[in-house]
């Protein structure tokens, strides 16, 4: 008899709606503070919804970058660990930030009805309701490096620095030079004249509205001198009263490239003029103060800075004279004598509190059991064609013909184009007098069944079958019934199951029923412990805090029972005087719905889990946690621990038990349990007979692609793909750790 089978329920979702600051409001300090601070540093304050970016996928970063952020331990991590964060505001200054934290909303709001800039702000500390303050942060100090210079001059007549030079005025530049030279020669005219330009291009990352604290202009003197073999030396020192300033520093009013135009000393003649070098030694290193220019313009240092002699010059000297001083380039080939800026600043001259964050509200929602609750087929009476019970026609058996050839004689030899031909065959079904196709008697025509389709989802998908030894294959199907998430040999559907933790969230064609598909296994009431920041194969695991446990409860069944049958109530006929009666009602028992999962009793089962403890394991297995296996009896309860059974492998260790389901057993339970103080993860729970094969498989929930397949001892074989959707790598899970089997690489070229 076919079976297609529905379960229909109705389900009341109560959402309920709680403020503030209460219990969960408290945690904002510990586990908010972290993660926050890392949101701001990172830029990544603003997410958009669009973006679906996962909380764990945050907090995953964030450590990473070295923000400690647990969430085990903080309730509105706990609970949002697998919804998404992304803001609800999109302006960086103002009085209030809020953004979406899973079924949470948090804000970050200005104190005294303030405006803050909240890209820029930095946690402190907490207050005794649980929220976390913040201010400006502490002074930002950077470090930025001198990227180009170049050497101008001017040269009006020959001497010492420049004997070769034979037409004048000369300009020019040296764009390679490892040091940087400033000088001045000869009476009043000059013979030359010496001028650096620098840049120092990173200076364009200096905020705005940042207030400068501090900001030297840091240059070291050359070792080699100021032109060695005739001045040794990095600087001149005069005895002159009045005068003794070897070089000013400027700032440019025109950017400049090293392309300038040679002419380089007048166009780029600076505005602004900075600190006078007064050299008090040969080989003085010398910083220029530029906080004061920086405070009035952040910009000061965009286009340049010049480093020269000024040309006013005390009348006193009257004889020649030379103004010189060397410093070492960003071409130098010591780095710690290369020239910097040293620059701290910050954001406001106020460093008290200037905003506050904390949880503003949280909705949770409550599966509620209402007297409304019932299964459509299983009611008072149903309608067999609407449910699928009758009517919906699928493949009952499948036969095979036996019988010999027509050739029996070895000796003889063959024609292979007309010889093995069966001997006297019959076809399956005959026509018969009244032109009606009948089955032939099977006996008689030498046609054997061996397979036999005992269940069918609503989908259409084949459940389970049985060859005539009574053997049966079964498949357990998730993602709605879209993919086989395990397949048995030799076990019935009812005495297998798998969880993954994987499918729960899934939505599949918009045109399915709104009815959740039955589950063998169903963990829906431990849907909040779903962890996307640890899985065993997939995305998700089952994790299970310090001092908790997990697990389900399944009925036995006292007997392999397979009935199946309508109830037909019948009434008198009142339309009529015969006696005749009619059709009154049609009723379908609890046999009419796919089975749950439920042990069969006298069974050998085995119970197989993947498990992981956070934090650092020191022996070679885990031992804060335990998987225990209870056998419901009415004269007394059998316990079971499954015990490890393998290596640890990348942080999974395998735990098995073989477990004898008693004759008199009515119950069985699977509990797995946190026995330590570390988080634990469980994934990839197996459960068949001891004498049936099981492999389970593991789907990405938005593409549908092969991600693991568990083989007959629960190791996986996963499975990668690139960007797109080609398989480039397969790697198997072994005692020895997981190992590379096969990878390669394709692509498709254009050829224009």
Request: charged letters at 20%; hydrophobic letters at 35%.
């Amino acid at each position: 008899m076919r079976k297609y089978f529905f379960l229909t329920l109705i389900i009341v979702i109560t959402g309920l709606r709680s403020s503030g600051q209460g219990a969960t409001g408290t945690c904002a300090c510990t586990c908010l503070k972290p993660l926050f601070d890392y949101l701001i540093a990172s830029n990544r304050l603003y997410i958009k919804e669009s973006d679906h970016i996962l909380l764990s996928t945050l907090i995953n970063d964030a450590n990473a970058a070295g923000y400690s952020v647990s969430y085990s331990g903080c309730s509105i991590l706990t609970s949002n660990i697998n919804n998404y964060f992304y803001a609800l505001t999109t302006a960086t200054s103002g009085s209030q930030y809020k953004a979406r934290l899973g079924d949470c909303a948090v804000i970050l709001t200005a104190v005294n009805n303030g405006t803050v800039n909240f890209t820029k702000l930095a946690s402190t500390d907490c207050d005794n309701s649980g929220k976390v303050s913040f201010n400006y942060g502490k002074p930002i100090h950077k470090k930025y490096m001198v990227t180009r210079s170049v050497n101008a001059y001017m040269v009006s007549a020959t001497s010492d620095i420049f004997p070769a030079v034979t037409s004048f005025t000369r300009y020019g530049m040296d764009t390679a030079a490892t040091n940087m030279r400033v000088g001045f020669s000869s009476n009043n005219t000059g013979t030359y004249q010496l001028t650096t330009v620098m840049a120092i291009d990173s200076a364009v990352n200096i905020p705005d509205d940042a207030i400068i604290l501090s900001a030297t202009l840091n240059l070291f003197a050359d070792p080699a001198g100021f032109y060695p073999a005739t001045y040794t030396n990095a600087h001149v020192l005069r005895s002159e009263t009045g005068y003794q300033s070897v070089g000013t520093l400027c700032f440019s009013s025109d950017p400049w490239t090293y392309k300038t135009d040679p002419v380089l000393i007048q166009v780029l003649g600076g505005t602004t003029s900075g600190d006078v070098v007064v050299a008090d030694d040969h080989f003085q290193n010398f910083s220029f103060d530029l906080a004061s220019g920086l405070k009035n313009s952040k910009r000061l240092l965009d286009k340049g800075i010049l480093l020269k002699n000024m040309k006013t010059l005390p009348t006193q000297f009257t004889d020649e004279y030379t103004l010189y001083a060397t410093f070492c380039s960003q071409r130098n080939a010591d780095a710690t004598k290369r020239p910097y800026l040293d620059i701290t600043w910050t954001f406001a001259t106020d460093t008290g509190i200037v905003a506050q964050l904390y949880i503003d509200s949280c909705y949770t929602c409550t599966d509620v059991s209402s007297g409304f609750c019932y299964s459509a087929i299983t009611d008072t009476s149903v309608n067999p064609y609407t449910y699928g019970l009758t009517g919906n026609w699928q493949p009952y058996r499948s036969f095979a013909y036996y019988g010999a050839r027509k050739e029996s004689d070895p000796t003889d030899s063959t024609h292979i184009r007309t010889d093995g031909t069966f001997l006297n065959y019959a076809g399956f079904w005959k026509m018969t007098t009244d032109s009606t196709w009948q089955a032939q008697d099977t006996a008689v025509s030498r046609w054997v069944w061996n397979s036999e389709s005992t269940l069918f989802n609503r989908k259409g998908a084949e459940m389970e079958n049985k060859d005539p030894l009574g053997r049966y294959n079964a498949a357990i199907y998730g993602y709605q019934d879209a993919l086989a998430t395990a397949v048995v040999q030799n076990a019935r559907f009812r005495e297998i199951g798998y969880e993954g933790f994987e499918d729960y969230d899934y939505i599949g064609s918009t045109c399915d029923s709104v009815c959740a598909v039955p589950r063998n296994f169903d963990f829906s009431a431990y849907k909040n412990a779903f962890d996307t920041t640890e899985a065993h194969t997939g995305r998700y695991s089952l994790r299970v805090n310090a001092g908790s446990s997990a697990g389900i409860t399944a009925t036995v069944a006292a007997a392999d029972d397979n009935t199946f049958e309508l109830g037909y109530t019948t009434t008198a006929n009142t339309c009529s005087t015969d006696g005749s009666t009619v059709l009154k009602r049609i009723v379908a028992g609890s046999d009419a719905l796919l089975p749950s999962f439920s042990p069969i009793a006298g069974k050998r089962m085995v119970v197989s889990v993947w498990v992981k403890e956070s934090g650092q394991c020191d022996g070679t297995s885990y031992t804060g946690n335990q998987v225990s296996i209870v056998v419901g009896r009415a004269t007394g309860n059998i316990s079971t621990v499954a015990t490890p059974s393998g290596n640890i492998i990348e942080g999974w260790e395998r735990y098995e038990v073989v477990v004898d389901v008693a004759t008199d057993a009515t119950a069985l339970t699977v509990n797995m349990q946190n026995t330590g103080s570390n988080t634990v993860y469980f994934d990839d729970l197996r459960i068949h007979p001891y004498n049936a094969n099981m492999k389970s498989y593991v789907y990405d929930a938005e593409t549908l692609r092969l991600m693991a397949e568990l083989d007959e001892n629960n190791y996986a074989a996963f499975y990668e793909y690139d960007d797109d959707g080609s398989l480039i790598r397969l790697k198997k899970e072994t005692e020895r750790g997981v190992m590379t089997i096969t990878e390669s690489r394709s692509a498709l070229l254009n050829d224009y």
